[in-house]
């Protein structure tokens, strides 16, 4: 599933291209995605013009100006979307199920084979009470907090817990968009064992921790995001970061910094890598 930098190299590659565009037509092929596509909302985007590109968590956000105030077209890419920029004319990709169509020629099109996506339109003034922004946590990185996150930041949401770490790390309600690929290495980087408590983390950890965090969400983006399976950005660029990974996927090989052997855990269904003599 795309996490924060890969919505985040997303954004960065469609704002050059939408930003001052204007909306000619919206067309939904097929609207049983995660939640329903509703037709009639996103026709209503059409002679709207597109005023910044933002994100919030996994989500993109394409703030746009009409008529009647401003809206934000709000989208998910799920497990398997990919939202592009092509041609108007361009034939329809398989699993293309909704298509913005711009006035300069050009179409913004997603195409999620497992339509776990989420599109929809909500007045920009009530996004922060949204179902689906009111519980998320921080934002890792600047612009969107008023400044990178911070060992105190973490230490103070984490006051009166007591489970692993690493679950903790990918509690959205906590810190938005670090998923399992990155809250992964970001705690091979700390040196902190994925199953230790974060009722035994001192200040200390807590401070490699949060700017192991920012480190790799940073990286990743300068990389393009990690593409295992579908990402892709704005021009349909696969991401390379997975070329860095230190432990995530590497089961079996050897640690970079010491020689042991990568293990696989389990950890809330999902699979958990770390290095048993540098991770403690």
């Keep these: ?82 939202l592009t920029l092509a041609e108007g004319r361009a034939p329809d990709e398989p699993h ?56 105190t930041m973490l230490r103070e949401a984490a006051r009166g817990r007591r489970g692993p770490v690493k679950s903790f790390l990918m509690d959205a309600g906590v810190v938005v968009g670090v998923g399992n690929i990155y809250a992964t290495e970001a705690l091979f980087r700390a040196g902190i064992h994925p199953l230790r408590s974060v009722a035994r983390l001192s200040p ?16 990743a983006i300068g990389q393009g995001g990690t593409t295992l399976n579908d990402f892709a950005d704005g021009e349909g660029r696969s991401g390379y970061f997975q070329v860095s990974l230190s432990a995530y996927g590497r089961e079996g090989e050897p640690c970079g910094a010491c020689g042991a052997a990568i293990r696989r855990i389990v950890q809330s269904s999902r699979s958990t890598f770390y290095c048993p003599r540098c991770q403690r």
């Design 204 to 219: 200390a950890r807590w401070d490699l921790l949060a700017a192991a965090v920012v480190a790799v969400l940073r990286q």
């Design 96 to 151: 293309e199920h909704v298509a913005i169509y711009l006035r300069s020629g050009a179409k913004l099109r997603l195409r999620d084979p497992r339509r776990f996506g989420l599109v929809r339109v909500v007045a920009t003034d009530r996004l922060a009470r949204d179902p689906h922004f009111a519980g998320l946590g921080l934002e890792p990185l600047a612009p969107e907090a008023a400044e990178d996150l911070a060992g």
């Design 1 to 82: 599933m795309p996490e924060l930098p890969e919505i985040e190299v997303l954004r960065r590659s469609l704002a050059p291209r939408l930003v001052g565009e204007a909306v000619a037509r919206v067309a939904v092929r097929e609207p049983r995605l995660r939640e329903r596509v509703r037709p009639r909302e996103l026709a209503g985007l059409a002679g709207q013009t597109v005023r910044a590109l933002g994100r919030r968590g996994k989500y993109l956000l394409i703030h746009l100006d009409g008529k009647k105030g401003c809206q934000t077209l709000v989208v998910h890419l799920g497990m398997s979307g990919r």
